[in-house]
């Protein structure tokens, strides 16, 4: 299947980020071919989704990176450049803990510039006790969570790996009390998913019939925080019966973006989602190209970083 010739360029522009989106193929970003889509829960979303940890200061890389994305990226404007690029391309699903600082203001502003709304994927924790897999939860803090989802404008409410990761039971082969929090997240109209870092969650959510339209996975070709090997993880997601949203595919950037979608996109299936993290305008358009490339099955034409090194390599003509 082909997506059209998507190269999208970036010309230099007053925005805080030092990049606004252009021409896409010499046409406008708005006439641009859109991204692939799949559909979640009765719900259309792009195939690629908006990461947000490199938005706000959650690297898995260094305390220093986690400090330079607090201080020089985690403000409203920058974020609305990079998500503008995002949005004109067709990408309009974003993922992460909907009313953290500067994000909802991010995403209103990028809404505001293109006319695009925002699918938003939030991913909210939930206060556990070493009594909650018995007993249960307190209900109005779980009240008072899924209420600020609402408010914030959630489609999806995933409850985040910190909290479902915790009520896996591996012998019962269950997630302990998960049907009273997707119960109440259908009751306030948004529609139920899982996040995990523990494949399990996968298997024992289909088994029991867990009310959930999605699961968030790790997925990349290092293994990165991967409880088991990458064919492994790989088969549990084929087997999935409802579409997977994949994480991490760059490694938390020990992976180059060519490789890392490149394996990404000729690994799952075509129901599956790959999420994406960048810090720049310009990132945004590579993937996205990288992308949309890969794809449509041909050789990308997204721009090289150049050193002194590649000379040698270089055509004299």
């Known amino acids: 299947m082909g997506y059209g010739r998507a190269r999208l360029e970036?010309?230099?522009?007053?925005?805080?980020?030092?990049?606004?989106?252009?021409?896409?193929?010499?046409?406008?970003?708005?006439?641009?071919?859109?991204?692939p889509r799949t559909v979640v829960g009765g719900v259309s979303l792009s195939r690629m989704i908006i990461g947000t940890n490199w938005f706000l200061g959650w690297s898995h890389?260094?305390?220093?990176?986690?400090?330079?994305?607090?201080?020089?990226?985690?403000?409203?404007?920058?974020?609305?450049?990079?998500?503008?690029?995002f949005f004109r391309a067709g990408v309009?699903?974003?993922?992460?803990?909907i009313n953290s600082p500067v994000l909802p203001e991010a995403i209103k502003e990028a809404e505001d510039r293109t006319g695009v709304k925002a699918t938003v994927v939030s991913t909210p924790s939930f206060p556990t006790t070493k009594r909650t897999p018995i007993d249960g939860w307190d209900m109005g803090e779980v009240e008072r969570?899924?209420?600020?989802?609402?408010?914030?404008?959630?489609?999806?409410?995933?409850?985040?790996?910190?909290?479902?990761?915790?009520?896996?039971?591996?012998?019962?082969?269950?997630i302990r009390q998960l049907d009273v929090l997707c119960r109440m997240i259908r009751e306030r109209g948004m529609i139920p998913g899982l996040s995990t870092h523990v494949p399990e969650s996968i298997v024992y959510a289909d088994e029991t019939g867990l009310d959930v339209e999605t699961y968030i996975s790790i997925y990349n070709l290092m293994g990165f925080l991967m409880q088991l090997e990458v064919d492994w993880t790989n088969r549990i997601i084929h087997g999935a019966k409802?579409?997977?949203?994949?994480?991490?595919?760059?490694?938390?950037?020990?992976?180059?973006?060519?490789?890392?979608?490149?394996?990404?996109?000729?690994?799952?299936?075509?129901?599956?989602?790959?999420?994406?993290?960048?810090?720049?305008?310009?990132?945004?358009?590579?993937?996205?190209?990288?992308?949309?490339?890969?794809?449509?099955?041909r050789q990308t034409t997204v721009d090289l970083q150049e050193t002194r090194s590649k000379q040698s390599v270089k055509s004299d003509g």
């Open 61 to 85: 890389y260094t305390a220093a990176k986690d400090a330079f994305i607090q201080q020089e990226i985690a403000n409203p404007k920058r974020l609305a450049d990079i998500i503008e690029v």
């Open 92 to 97: 309009d699903t974003i993922m992460g803990l």
């Open 10 to 35: 970036v010309r230099q522009g007053n925005g805080s980020a030092g990049w606004k989106p252009a021409l896409l193929n010499g046409k406008k970003v708005e006439q641009m071919d859109k991204f």
């Open 242 to 297: 409802k579409p997977v949203m994949t994480i991490k595919p760059f490694a938390a950037g020990q992976v180059r973006p060519f490789q890392g979608l490149a394996f990404s996109w000729t690994t799952l299936r075509d129901i599956d989602m790959v999420t994406v993290g960048t810090m720049a305008p310009r990132e945004a358009a590579e993937v996205i190209e990288i992308s949309l490339d890969i794809l449509s099955r």
């Open 145 to 174: 969570i899924l209420d600020a989802q609402v408010e914030h404008g959630a489609t999806f409410c995933l409850p985040h790996t910190s909290t479902t990761d915790l009520m896996v039971d591996k012998c019962t082969r269950e």
